[in-house]
């Protein structure tokens, strides 16, 4: 079937090139879809620039433009497990996982239509008779918006929904390994009234693909989450034509406990924040950062909890985690602990790759490396697998106590986000003031809600998504001035003028 979207009809690549979709959790083939190249994002940034530059759509009045968000929430509502499916079915995580996430697109697409209502301008008192003087709000132009592979559609959402809700036109370009749930946005889209040219869809690879729209001069922004050296590579080749640029990369991010903590909720809270899907998460709590007084009692009960962890595929009831994304995925993740325990870190669970029944998939065991530092590169680098790292700090006192934790969670060149756990309030406040992370738990790890922000400081990224600044990255803002009694500036002096004297 054609799955390249463009100008508002569903084509197949101008090379005829397709692509073979696997199933993470038993390499089966699960589609086959369009393998896009150069020629076919060409064509979507043109139709993309038409429907911007001559379309309704940017001018169309907020109310609309969010009535069209809204039908595509309620489409999602009425066809969520059929897409939660295809989402399990593409990445490998559990259905009941996808289902969440369904319900989580849903609230960001209303979040943005209903934000987009209330924005306004605003007039400016010059204090000047007759001028008017205000800030309007306009869309950005044409967007190249593209997307990881490990929340397929929730990463998308972020992007699409504030770009629709601006008044934007766009070019998707999702993961090669995970398109399905991209392919039903844009017939939910089109079904949601959008007009022709507004949304296009283009499968393929960074290199053929994503190259294109990055650096294309008919391309206004870059909306990209993925990987820190992708964003690099993006940002370079965006500067040729100045475009404007977002970018959600990857995390290394601390999870603090201090001996003052629920561990019970801690213990529980520290599995979830690193080993849900599988640590394919950007968000992971990959780092324990915990007091050396409790350290023994904390990993013993990690590593005993980590062992009962079920891995198993997408639909299997039992299984409480999944595959990783692919065999190559994986070999890299398994050479990341091999190389950890080559530096000194030691192995106290997981590690190797099971046999038996898992062997069909791509599967990897929750691993935990203890006695880790952080000058080295599993404490530095981003495995995005399920592997956790433990590092311990302590103070005589109760500021040097929290002065090392700090040292130890900021000794990183990432920052999204980081979690504290302590019973003292005030410790948790004086700790999250101190942590150089986009977002911040107390005593919880990973909930988010679309009204609130999420981006990385340092070089986990720029810019936010969600939250109102996730709209204003689509906005331009301009300011017209109008002056009502328009008069001469008299700056140079007009020779023609008869001026007294002469
Ligand atoms: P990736 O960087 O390999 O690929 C992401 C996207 O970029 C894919 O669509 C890919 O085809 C495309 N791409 C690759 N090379 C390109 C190029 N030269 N030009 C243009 N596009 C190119 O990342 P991934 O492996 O798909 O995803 C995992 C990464 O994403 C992790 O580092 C993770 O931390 C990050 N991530 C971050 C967030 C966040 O909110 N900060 C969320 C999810 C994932």
Redesign the pocket.
Known sequence: MPSLYIDGAWREAETGATRDITHPGDRSVIATVSEGGSADAQAAIAAARHAFDHGPWPTTPTPQRAAVLARVADLLEAERDDVARLEALDTGKRFVEAQLDMDDIVAVFRHFASLVQGEAGRVIDTGMPGISSRVVHEPVGVCAL??????PLL?TAWKVAPALAAGNTFVL????LTPQTSIWLMDALERAGLPAGVANLVLG???EV??VL?GHPDVDLVS?????A?GK??MA?AAGTVKRVAL????KNPNIIFADADLPAAIDNALTAVFLDSGQV?SAGTRLIVEENIHDEVVDELVRRAEAIRLGSSFDDDAETGPLISDEHRHKVHAYVTDAVAEGAVLRTGGTIPGGDLAQGSYFPPTILDGCTTSMRCVQD?S?GPVLTVETFSGATRDEAEDAAVALANDTIYG?TGAVWTENAGRAERVAGRLRHGTIWINDYHPYVPQAE?G?MKQ??IGRELGSAGLHEYVETKHIWHNTRPAKAGWFADPSDNHEGN
């Not at 593209?146 to 929340?151: E, K, V």
């Not at 370009?173 to 090669?176: F, R, T």
């Not at 959600?248 to 995390?251: I, P």
Request: proline residues 5%.
């Open positions: 593209i997307t990881p592979w490990n929340y990463q370009k999702p993961s090669e690879t960074g290199q994503g190259s990055t990209f989450t993925g990987g820190l992708t590579a993006i080749s959600e990369l990857g995390g950007c981003e995005f999204l999420w990385g986990s990224g």
